[in-house]
């Protein structure tokens, strides 16, 4: 076995816990795994992993062994994933999920994009606002956004999504300006109430100082569309995705605030029942993806949800 098929070997244990799935997903014995690695302990002098009964944890060498290993492994698998994407045609029937304002305002047109490019492709769109699992409602790729948990599931990321915090002229002339992230304590907050649920703002400053500020607000929703709504109906500031208030900036109807502070991004990942054997339609989905996702994505206007 090379190196690499050793460096995949230790990602997935780490990854998953377990010596056992790890053998499953490799077709091979339980033992084979284990001793792939404790050879690769061995070649390096170092313990990577420490092994109880409950199951296993990196030692702070390993830790930093599994990052450079599955930067590798990913990078051999994404390097093969665009040769087979571009030397097969892509065909067959695939499901995408997505929650339900990302996928009617991003995912859509790059659907309906892909499909314009692959022809013999059948696609099924899935919006819910819940994390469902993914092979018991047949889902072949979902589009999630966050930090995602550590899990079996296969998965790629796509790149990041920005939000702003936003208010229309009219409320910032009756009600002021915030110049500073403690002003907006006495401003009325439209609260996302999926993200935001603790009344807590937290933003980065100019100097790069991480800020959290309590806010309060007549106003909590779990649906973006009515605090973009509440926001150009003047009733408060809100915290958006930039790609729900791009248009509205565009039209003036709202303008952002603080520009010199930052809002945490959420990571926008695509993720699959398994990260062996994935189906070219996946991997040409993602590749796909990928690309749209490298540049300044939430600039580009969106349809209304």
């Not at 490799?26 to 284990?34: D, E, G, N, S």
Request: contains cysteine.
């Amino acid at each position: 076995m090379d190196r690499l098929d050793a460096m995949e070997m230790f990602v997935r244990v780490v990854e998953t816990g377990s010596f056992t799935k790890v053998a499953q997903e490799f077709a091979t014995t339980q033992p084979t795994v284990t001793k792939q690695v404790a050879a690769m302990e061995a070649r390096l002098k170092v313990r990577l992993l420490n092994r109880n009964t409950r199951g296993v944890s990196l030692t702070e060498p390993g830790a930093l062994y599994y990052e450079k290993c599955k930067a590798i492994v990913t990078d051999v698998a994404e390097a093969e994933s665009v040769v087979r994407v571009r030397q097969t045609q892509v065909h067959g029937q695939l499901r995408v999920g997505s929650s339900v304002a990302f996928g009617r305002r991003v995912v859509v047109p790059l659907a309906l994009e892909f499909m314009a490019q692959n022809p013999q492709v059948q696609l099924d769109l899935s919006f819910e606002d819940r994390y469902t699992d993914l092979v018991a409602n047949g889902i072949d790729v979902a589009i999630r956004l966050g930090k995602l948990a550590d899990s079996a599931l296969g998965a790629r990321t796509l790149g990041m999504n920005p939000w702003v915090l936003v208010a229309s002229p009219t409320y910032l002339r009756r009600h002021g300006t915030p110049r500073r992230p403690s002003d907006l304590k006495d401003h009325s907050a439209l609260i996302y109430s999926s993200v935001q649920g603790n009344d807590l703002w937290r933003l980065r400053n100019a100097s790069g100082e991480a800020v959290s500020v309590p806010v309060t607000g007549r106003l909590r929703s779990n649906n973006l569309s009515a605090l973009l709504a509440a926001a150009r109906a003047h009733m408060g500031i809100a915290a958006l995705p930039h790609y729900v208030a791009v248009d509205s900036l565009a039209a003036g109807r709202v303008v952002e605030v603080l520009k010199t502070c930052r809002l945490p991004e959420q990571e926008i990942h695509a993720v699959y029942p398994s990260p062996r054997l994935v189906p070219q339609k996946v991997q040409a989905f993602v590749a796909f993806l990928q690309g749209r996702f490298a540049k300044d994505w939430w600039e580009e206007k969106r349809p209304s949800p």
